[in-house]
């Protein structure tokens, strides 16, 4: 019996293939499927995969979703491989078809494309508007969904064309370094407007004795409300094995609140250091983890790259020298399967 997570390479997206072995078998989930310049990469392994079990595509991001639109433009006849589909598309919202938001884009051509496989195998489920306290049980896993909101949702449908994502400049996150771990995990968490990221699918993934608490892109005031609704609190936090972080490490999507109400010492982050003006993860992230204030600084805080350090290194600087031992961390980097 066991249960691995593969953190697939997806540059600067998200993909995770999560597969559990029991006696009477295999279960097989696919989380995301990165962006399109990896999807090279990715679709080999995901034709790899005899079934599929269950697809979580957590929001229609083009470094989340991409992945699976070209895979199905390969390989259409393998949907029937896949029992059921998680995806909170925008086919329902009316846009004006000049629009240039990319978002849509990739929403429309998945839909377009998952609709069109639908209606030759109706035997397929796609279940859309997956929401918080959604769950999923079966012999292999438990999953129960903590985001989005029916808010979120809703807002998401109405307001996405006017979706704004927040950017790092290159000059802020090396300004960053000048200044110390200890000081950056006291700064507040930015208000930022993320009407895309904040409907993505969140939840906690439970198999085998291992738990994971995968984000997305999701931001951390939902996490609170859903977790604190639950009855978790400081002294009676969600405890997790590990936690894929928010937005692959994003400042603007992490807050000391959050850190609150969840007990974990194993952080996920899915990156290769960003694209555009985009670098992630963020030292402010990182910092806000490792001096938590209720933090045990006697138990080693482990983060997990799907990149070496000095491929991250190449956009954004984490650590100056002898931050990682002073904090009792641990880096593992290159890691692949947890």
Not at 138 to 157: G, Q, Y
Not at 192 to 201: M, P, R
């Amino acid at each position: 019996m066991s249960a691995t997570l593969q953190v697939l390479k997806a540059r600067h997206g998200d993909a995770f293939i999560f597969e559990c072995e029991k006696d009477e078998g295999v279960f097989c989930m696919v989380v995301d499927s990165g962006p399109r310049l990896s999807s090279k990469d990715i679709v080999p392994l995901i034709k790899e995969l005899p079934q599929i079990d269950l697809l979580v595509l957590t929001h229609y991001d083009e470094d989340h979703i991409s992945g699976f639109i070209e895979y199905f433009k390969e390989y259409p006849e393998d949907a029937l491989k896949i029992k059921e589909y998680w995806c909170n598309c925008a086919n329902q919202i009316e846009v004006d078809s000049r629009t240039t938001i990319s978002a849509y884009d990739n929403a429309k051509s998945f839909a377009d494309c998952l609709r069109s496989i639908l209606k030759e195998h109706q035997d397929v489920k796609w279940t859309e508007f997956i929401k918080a306290g959604h769950e999923y049980h079966n012999n292999f896993v438990d999953i129960e969904v903590i985001a989005p909101t029916e808010d979120a949702l809703m807002l998401n449908r109405s307001n996405y064309v006017a979706e704004q994502y927040p950017a790092i400049s290159y000059q802020n996150m090396r300004k960053d370094l000048d200044v110390s771990l200890e000081e950056l995990a006291l700064r507040e968490t930015p208000s930022k407007k993320q009407v895309v990221n904040n409907a993505s699918i969140a939840f906690i993934l439970r198999s085998e004795g291992k738990s994971y608490l995968m984000l997305g892109d999701i931001m951390a005031d939902d996490i609170c409300s859903y977790l604190t609704g639950k009855g978790y609190n400081e002294e009676n936090p969600l405890v997790v094995e590990y936690i894929k972080l928010s937005h692959h490490g994003s400042k603007n999507n992490i807050t000391s609140k959050m850190l609150d109400i969840i007990k974990c010492n194993r952080f996920i982050i899915s990156t290769n250091g960003g694209i555009g003006n985009a670098y992630h993860p963020d030292r402010e992230t990182i910092a806000k983890i490792l001096y938590h204030q209720r933090r045990d600084i006697s138990e080693s805080i482990h983060l997990y790259y799907n990149y070496t350090l000095n491929e991250i290194g190449k956009r954004t600087v984490l650590f100056n020298d002898g931050e990682v031992e002073k904090a009792n961390c641990i880096v593992h980097e290159n890691e692949l399967e947890l």
